[in-house]
């Protein structure tokens, strides 16, 4: 009765590790139907405990296949005509598009019934693992590697995914190594009860504190981004998109739709992550020395970038992110930040908030800046501290000296800093001088400066070219500037709700100029793009430029899309719909290629778990004699456990022991093996006789081993 308490706990523990395959699988895929996924590997499961002939369990699972294939993902009656042809053409047409390598062809159903036979793989493998050789790291380590996967390349969040399965991994380890030392005479529920109940306790007490404690931020918020983008690995090019890293800029870029998050606002605005200031000749830096200071999420907001604000003009925004965000995006004029978050914090040096636990939805009250142009015009620079000035005007020693000319030349005549960044503001997004592209930019050459390249050579770029030369212009003649990063006002997607979309396809960047009395003040020199900011005259209060002269579909910290043309109400209406027939598919392609992903996991893991099934299978005595004499060696066996495997390794199908045959009488088939007559002997005494020593002295200890070492599959 005891060890069938323990049979039936490992058996649950073991499903319920199986099952963290399932749960990641139906919520990308998008499909209902896991209790049939759920009812598939406990059929599996139990198969394996009542040892089911193969001949009989092949057949029940292979006809389980179907009908759950059919119910989770078609809804339909298995048992129609119509159905069984659905599943074989789904069949054909997933056969088809494996061969010719077009994952997103591969029909849903096809990636189902690929996911189905690698679980029912790893259900007896695990069951094997587990009952036959009381081992279950491989299978907890196979789990983990596919949750982590999973929490990598897709949207699916598997962090407790993961504690759950090291929770049931390390159960059905100390339940298997428990059942293995549990003699038949005793009982589970025996005064050690205590034991294993403070054993439980004490396991479950560390994974709560994992889950509670604080942890370091990590190195990279998200590895595969940022190995693309930084290094260029697993692709051509760099996806656009936010990154923290612009230690180099340059080289073509490839578009990416994916949402990053939503905003209700009135008006469009640019929304700003960060700034940096260190120009290296190959991108930009900001010193890691500069620390962090904790913020309240219910005070004022600890960045002020202007100041003059126009108080009566307040607006509320609120934005959600796609996945939980390690960063806070705002815009300019944010007077207030509202969240759940508690360890928000703020890196002065390039005015950025960050969150080591990550945040998903915010509040925001904003005050709209004062830009007024006369104030600017008026700003003195010499009035600013040298500190200050020396730090925002800083360019590297090798600067080729053209940059400073044409800067001289460009706005020659201007008399104002204001009218200087104007000047170069126009010569940089008008004109025609310059070409927009993210495919056509080259990679900074060897030796190079990155601005100096764009402005004379190769003059095609995207977003960190033209706002990266426009800072170092600048600061060439000696106006304070930097260079700031973000999303720009993305697309409206709800003109009820004023809900915009940005997606990575949004990133973006600029130049902020610094005027004393009106504080940074963001600029637009590229092309197709426009400032959303409005800036004013004070004596006509007329706009320079309207807030909702941006709708941009602009590209990233690497990249810009597309400025929207102006157009009628009626030509509005039809490049709405345009655009929400264009989200949709965008939402379609992210959703294909989570489909992709999946596909490829489910195959390669039945692969894997098929050729180890083969492999466990064709060596099973080797690894069975190689695992009885290490234990052997360092005397972690009982004499009956090492007793029953030898017998068992030298059982074959023409051996089989016989109902009618005693335990001596079958040994004397084995007379030709030396030793085993006295080991057999020695069994009999522990089994029915009196004797409790249940330990392998060195005399049967060299018997064992002599044996072994004589046998024809030996490792």
């Not at 202007?306 to 004029?333: M, V």
């Not at 620079?381 to 590297?396: H, R």
Request: proline share 4%.
């Amino acid at each position: 009765m005891s060890k069938r308490i323990l049979s039936g706990c490992l058996l649950v523990f073991a499903f319920l590790l199986i099952a963290e395959w399932v749960y990641p699988f139906h919520d990308i895929l998008r499909i209902g139907g896991s209790s049939w996924t759920l009812l598939f590997i406990a059929s599996c499961l139990l198969g394996s405990f009542f040892q089911l002939r193969f001949y009989i369990s092949f057949p029940i699972h292979f006809v389980l296949v179907y009908l759950f294939s059919t119910l989770a993902v078609k809804g339909t009656n298995p048992l129609r005509i119509s159905a069984i042809s659905t599943f074989i053409d789904n069949v054909r047409d997933g056969i088809a598009a494996m061969t010719e390598l077009s994952a997103k062809a591969v029909p849903p159903l096809f990636i189902y019934l690929i996911f189905l036979v690698a679980l029912w793989l790893l259900a007896y493998i695990t069951f094997y693992s587990i009952f036959r050789k009381q081992r279950v790291l491989n299978i907890l380590i196979m789990t983990l590697l596919y949750l982590l996967i999973i929490n990598t390349f897709t949207q699916y969040d598997a962090t407790f995914a993961i504690v759950r399965s090291c929770l049931f991994g390390f159960l059905i380890l100390y339940l298997a190594n428990w059942q293995a030392n549990l003699s038949p005479s005793s009982h589970v529920f025996s005064k050690r009860i205590f034991y294993h109940l403070g054993i439980f306790a004490l396991l479950f007490a560390i994974l709560f504190a994992a889950t509670q404690l604080p942890t370091y931020k990590p190195y990279f918020a998200d590895p595969i981004p940022t190995l693309k983008s930084k290094f260029g690995l697993l692709d051509t090019t760099r996806q656009i998109g936010y990154s923290e890293d612009d230690s180099r800029l340059g080289g073509p870029l490839e578009n990416d739709s994916t949402e990053v998050f939503q905003v209700q606002t009135e008006s469009a605005h640019y929304y700003r992550v960060e700034a940096k200031w260190q120009y290296t000749g190959k991108g930009w830096e900001t010193p890691k020395a500069e620390k962090t200071k904790p913020l309240s999420s219910q005070t004022d907001f600890p960045i002020d970038l202007n100041d003059r604000y126009d108080t009566k003009a307040k607006e509320q925004i609120d934005i959600e992110f796609t996945a939980s965000n390690g960063y806070i995006a705002y815009p300019y004029g944010t007077d207030k930040l509202q969240s759940g978050a508690s360890d928000i914090r703020y890196q002065p040096a390039g005015d950025k908030l960050t969150t080591e636990n990550g945040i998903k939805k915010y509040h925001i009250e904003l005050e709209p800046p004062v830009y007024d142009i006369p104030t600017m015009q008026k700003a003195k620079m010499d009035q600013l501290n040298k500190q200050f000035l020396a730090q925002y005007t800083q360019l590297p020693r090798e600067l080729p000296k053209r940059v400073k000319r044409l800067a001289e030349k460009v706005t020659a005549g201007e008399k104002t800093a204001y009218d200087k960044a104007k000047a170069i503001e126009t010569y940089l997004n008008s004109g025609g001088r310059f070409t927009y592209s993210i495919e056509n930019a080259d990679v900074t050459d060897r030796g190079k400066d990155y601005v100096d390249q764009f402005l004379f050579d190769t003059k095609i770029g995207y977003c960190d070219n033209f706002s990266t030369a426009m800072v170092v212009m600048l600061r060439s003649l000696g106006i304070p500037a930097r260079w700031a990063k973000g999303f720009n006002s993305g697309t409206m997607i709800d003109d009820v709700e004023m809900t915009y979309q940005i997606t990575n396809d949004n990133a973006h960047s600029w130049p902020e100029v610094y005027f004393p009395g009106t504080g940074w003040v963001p600029f637009e020199p590229t092309t197709t793009f426009s400032n959303p900011e409005t800036f004013t005259e004070a004596q006509t209060e007329a706009p320079e430029q309207s807030a909702d002269s941006t709708n941009d579909s602009e590209a990233d910290t690497e990249t810009p899309a597309e400025k929207p043309d102006t157009a009628t109400p009626n030509q509005q209406k039809q490049e709405q719909q345009k655009q929400s027939k264009k989200e949709t598919a965008k939402s379609k392609a992210t959703s294909s290629n989570d489909h992709s992903i999946l596909l490829w996991i489910s195959t390669i893991t039945a692969i894997v778990l098929l050729l180890l099934a083969i492999v466990a299978f064709l060596f099973r005595r080797q690894f069975t004699v190689w695992r009885l004499k290490r234990q052997l060696e360092k005397e972690a066996i009982t004499f009956t456990a090492a007793y029953e495997r030898l017998l068992h390794t030298l059982t074959t199908s023409q051996t089989k022991r016989q109902s009618s045959e005693t335990l001596r009488q079958f040994a004397q088939r084995f007379s030709m093996i030396d030793g085993l007559a006295v080991l057999t002997q020695r069994y009999e005494q522990l089994t029915y006789g009196n004797s409790s020593e249940n330990i392998i002295s060195s005399e049967e200890k060299a018997l064992f081993l002599g044996i072994l070492a004589k046998l024809p599959y030996k490792v």
